[in-house]
């Protein structure tokens, strides 16, 4: 069974400061995506990053950047500089390749709180 | 329409009462999913529809939680005989399908359940 751990529930850092997110996750597949996904105030769940089981190479999006590291199953996510308007949860998913499907498996979420 | 559409945005409901949760995917989005979120929790897998096949029905909490979706669109998510802890924010998600290239999932922004 697929499974994600968010070791932090709550972060909170001071305005400018960088802020890394930890994610473990367990699959028994070799093909397999992992996802990011933030959840601000209003609720809605805003999708970030889907990164292959294949593709190892770090992504840099704006102060946003993700290293995915397969030989310790962690895909950690950092923002750099972080402003208030990064004030939120963020979740850590996992979606196995199936035929049958493609369902995610969420984490339990670390809420950010960044502070003027 | 642009995003995918949930409805009622808030339900409060007496306990024993039947409720149903509508939701409305991203046109030509052939895969929906039904998540359920309780208060400062991660999201929970409930069901998963995926074009004419069978739907994953693995996350269902009990007999009491149904969901059918018509003419491969539109969802309805019914609990019946209402329980206290049914109370949540229940998210409804679409996606295409790996095979079409899926980059993510789109959610809605959710229907807020209260049962007193």
């Known amino acids: 069974a697929q499974k994600v751990t968010q070791a932090q529930t709550e972060i909170s850092v001071v305005e400018k400061e960088d802020v890394t997110l930890d994610c473990v996750y367990e699959t028994r597949d070799t093909t397999y995506y992992l996802f990011w996904y933030k959840q601000p105030p209003s609720g809605e769940l805003v999708f970030l990053i889907r990164r292959n089981s294949f593709d190892e190479q770090n992504e840099i999006s704006g102060r946003y950047s993700w290293n995915f590291q397969k030989s310790t199953s962690s895909f950690n996510f950092t923002i750099t500089a972080s402003q208030v308007v990064d004030s939120a949860v963020y979740f850590c998913a996992l979606s196995e390749r199936k035929a049958a499907g493609n369902k995610l498996t969420f984490g339990g979420g670390t809420r950010v709180l960044v502070k003027p | 329409g642009a995003g995918v559409s949930q409805s009622p945005s808030n339900k409060v409901t007496e306990k024993g009462k039947d409720v149903e949760l509508r939701c409305d995917p991203i046109?030509?989005?052939?895969?929906l999913y039904w998540y359920r979120q309780r208060l400062g929790q991660g999201l929970e897998f409930l069901i998963y529809?995926?074009?004419?096949?069978?739907?994953?029905k693995s996350g269902l909490p009990s007999d009491r939680f149904s969901a059918e979706r018509t003419g491969g669109s539109v969802s309805t998510l019914t609990i019946q005989r209402t329980q206290q802890e049914d109370s949540a924010v229940y998210l409804c998600a679409s996606s295409l399908a790996f095979r079409q290239g899926n980059y993510g999932y789109t959610f809605g922004s959710g229907t807020r359940l209260t049962v007193v």
């Open positions: 046109s030509g989005h052939t895969a």
């Open positions: 529809f995926q074009g004419n096949s069978a739907p994953d």
